[in-house]
């Protein structure tokens, strides 16, 4: 899946206010996501637990686990998943605080129905950009995959055998000496070449 439709998006909403929390998940769901809430970062935190969201808002202010903190804990917990900060301290300082703590967006307090739609589709629409990136790094996976096993079955199969072939001419030219210098010289390119394919299959890569 590379994108997300609305209906099937994921929203957990972390807030110590319950009016704010009812508030986004009324607002959320008549737009059709799937929201759940908390009323502080340990329950939003176990709720992320039992199935990933695509979105996630967090409130900066709260007491026990604060905003910053929650963050951090779902940069390990929930790496793809997208963070929209609510505060009511909306400052320039907090919100580049939020960014570097994993925040994608910043929604300050107080905030219109329309605005927190506006916020939501832009974090669904990037959780659609974060989902087709994996699938692209996935597929390029499985093509480095597809590429390994046509370098084993059909490039160092018949080098490693013609190498060996080559060994067992080298003591039948102990007469002709140009001919057997050919030979070596061969056969001292398909080890190189030998090892270039190992290296590709071990690595990915030839360099």
């Known amino acids: 899946m590379s994108s997300v439709p609305i209906e099937k998006a994921n929203v957990i909403v972390i807030d110590d206010e319950e009016s704010m929390r009812e508030a ?21 935190l176990e709720l992320v637990k039992e199935s990933t969201p695509d979105i996630i808002f967090v409130d900066l202010a709260m007491p026990k686990l604060a ?21 009511a301290y909306a400052t320039v300082s907090a919100a580049l605080e939020a960014v570097r703590h994993g925040a994608y967006d910043f929604l300050p ?41 046509f370098v084993t079955s059909e490039v160092s199969a018949p080098v490693t055998s013609a190498l060996a072939s080559l060994h067992q001419l080298d003591p039948m030219l102990s007469d002709n000496a140009g001919a057997q210098e050919l030979a070596r010289e061969a056969a001292d390119r398909l080890e190189r070449l030998l090892s270039l394919l190992e290296r590709w299959k071990r690595n990915g890569t030839p360099n």
């Not at 009324?26 to 340990?42: D, M």
């Not at 951090?72 to 998943?81: F, K, R």
């Open 24 to 44: 986004c998940a009324r607002v959320l769901i008549r737009e059709g996501y799937q929201v759940r809430t908390a009323a502080n970062g340990e329950e939003g």
């Open 67 to 87: 905003g910053l903190e929650v963050l951090d804990e779902l940069a390990s917990l929930a790496p793809e998943s997208i963070k929209v900060v609510i505060t």
């Open 109 to 149: 307090k107080p905030f219109t129905p329309g605005e927190l739609r506006v916020i939501a589709a832009r974090a669904l629409e990037r959780r659609s950009l974060v989902l087709k990136n994996r699938q692209l790094a996935k597929e390029r996976d499985q093509a480095k995959l597809r590429f390994m096993q």
